[in-house]
Nanobody, 125 residues
Framework: QVQLQESGPGLVKPSQTLSLTCTVS??????????WSWIRQPPGQGLEWMGA???????YYSPSLKSRTSISRDTSKNQFTLQLSSVTPEDTAVYYC?????????????????WGPGTQVTVSS
């Protein structure tokens, strides 16, 4: 059973870069056909898929966030990370990492099978 756990600062100042790490257990992030995504939910809004990194290290981004988002991985630690630059209060949300075994990237949040518990990130000065 794949398990995911998000970690990172809960408070980020406007204009700074938000950095989160997802630690994976029960499976390897290099396992064929697994995709590893970041998804967020702002207060009072729905889930938003932000981007993903696949088993080979290829990355995929939401067009609306592509200019500010970077996803990378550390295979030695079985972790993948999210960096979101130039944050504003509108980036305040619960951030989730999630995974799915699939042959193509899934951009529908509810399509993911394994989820971390989520971490609250607030953007405020």
């Amino acid at each position: 059973q794949v398990q995911l756990q998000e970690s990172g600062p809960g408070l980020v100042k406007p204009s700074q870069t938000l950095s989160l790490t997802c630690t994976v257990s029960g499976g390897s992030i290099t396992t064929n056909y697994y995709y590893w995504s970041w998804i967020r939910q702002p207060p009072g809004q729905g889930l938003e898929w932000m981007g993903a990194i696949d088993y080979s290290g290829s990355t995929y981004y939401s067009p609306s966030l592509k200019s500010r988002t970077s996803i990378s991985r550390d295979t030695s630690k079985n972790q993948f990370t999210l960096q979101l630059s130039s944050v504003t209060p509108e980036d305040t949300a619960v951030y989730y990492c999630a995974s799915k075994e699939t042959i193509v990237v899934v951009t529908t949040p509810r399509g993911y099978d394994y989820w971390g518990p989520g971490t609250q990130v607030t953007v405020s000065s």
